[in-house]
């Protein structure tokens, strides 16, 4: 039986914890990565390094690309000419815009190539683990040919042939956890201004911002459109996060961030959403 094998392209700390998780299942791993020296590490573990990106490229059928965005994608793969990549699954966990994922699919199947595009959604040290998941998308065919390998990396979770889907999945979630978490941040700097440490809040922080029970509920509301504001309303939104901004401001923190959301909030009362559930911002917010 022929030896497990993948190519790895980009060595961040991702790439790096996914050329570790292929060693650790066995695989023959060949790496290229613009830095050499970041894959020391992983050749004193067995990988070869190529010294072109054309050989990595040729070296295996399937190439996993992780890297900042898909400029860094084009720079590597440009490099090479256009029979390397000819014949190659390109697994492109680099994340970026559906767009970008939908037209670098176009430009790597006018190369002979397939791209399954991947939406990695755990850091680095959950790679390879299959408690870990990462949205796929692109032909079914192709991920159902690389399930085994791209399972020693994460869960597949796989969302139909679209190279933009995963993508968009893969947005959408990074929205919602940059701003979450970057209000967690903005709590925890009025927390410390008061003399709170982050882990006395720990667990109120935990509860908070536990939101499920919020999302079961919202979900099905924001489908059928009914905004109906009987269990809150941006009128109160808007009393409510004022409150937030003084309580910044009185403790000399920048209340930009809270600024921005009492913003949002006003242009939808403007709008004539005063009455209506926090949710009615879904319409408000989007253009005609
Ligand atoms: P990094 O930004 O650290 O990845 C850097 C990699 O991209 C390096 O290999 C770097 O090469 C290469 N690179 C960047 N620009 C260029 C260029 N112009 N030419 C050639 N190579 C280039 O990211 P991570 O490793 O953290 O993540 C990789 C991908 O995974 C990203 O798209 C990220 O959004 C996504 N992701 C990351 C998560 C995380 O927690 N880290 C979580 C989920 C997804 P060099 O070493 O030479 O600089």
Same mark, same amino acid.
């Given at each position: ?12 700390p991702?790439?790096?914890a ?5 060693l650790?299942r ?11 020296? !970041? /894959? ?14 054309? *050989?990595?490229?040729?070296?295996? *059928? ?28 390109? /697994? ?6 559906? /767009?970008? /994922? ?12 397939? =791209?399954i ?17 990462? +949205?796929y998308?692109?032909p079914?065919?192709?991920? *159902? ?12 979770? +796989?969302?139909? $042939? ?8 893969? =947005? ?29 809040? %720990? ?11 919020? %999302?079961?509920? +919202? ?10 504001g ?18 910044? *401001? ?6 930009? %961030? ?19 559930? %926090?949710?009615?911002?879904? $319409?408000?917010? !989007?253009?005609?």
């Amino acid at each position: 039986m022929s030896r497990l094998s993948v190519t790895v392209i980009g060595l961040g700390p991702m790439g790096q914890a996914m050329a570790a998780a292929y060693l650790d299942r066995g695989y023959d791993v060949t790496l290229w990565n613009r830095t050499a020296a !970041r /894959a020391d590490a992983l050749v004193a573990r067995g990988a070869h390094l190529t010294a072109s990106a054309e *050989e990595a490229l040729r070296a295996n *059928e399937l190439v996993v690309l992780s890297l900042t965005d898909y400029e860094a994608a084009y720079a590597i793969l440009g490099q090479a000419p256009r029979e390397a990549l000819s014949g190659r699954t390109v /697994a492109n966990l680099t994340s970026d815009t559906p /767009a970008a /994922a939908r037209e670098a699919a176009a430009w790597l199947a006018e190369r002979g190539a397939v =791209q399954i595009t991947g939406g990695v959604q755990t850091p680095p040290p959950g790679i390879g683990s299959a408690e870990a998941a990462t +949205y796929y998308s692109g032909p079914a065919e192709a991920v *159902e040919r690389h399930r085994a390998a791209l399972e020693v990396l994460t869960s597949v979770d +796989y969302l139909g $042939e679209d190279p933009g889907l995963a993508a968009l999945y893969y =947005q959408i979630g990074i929205d919602m956890f940059w701003t979450g978490l970057v209000g967690y941040l903005h709590g925890q700097a009025v927390a410390l201004a008061n003399g709170i440490s982050a882990e006395q809040f %720990l667990e109120h922080a935990v509860k908070t911002m536990d939101f499920k029970y919020f %999302l079961e509920f +919202y979900a099905p509301r924001i489908d059928a459109g009914n905004h109906k504001g009987d269990v809150d309303n941006l009128g109160m939104a808007v009393a409510s996060l004022s409150h937030v901004v003084r309580t910044a *401001e009185d403790s000399g923190v920048d209340a930009s %961030l809270p600024a921005a959301v009492l913003d949002l909030f006003r242009r939808g009362v403007a709008a004539g959403r005063e009455r209506d559930s %926090l949710t009615s911002l879904t $319409e408000v917010v !989007r253009k005609p």
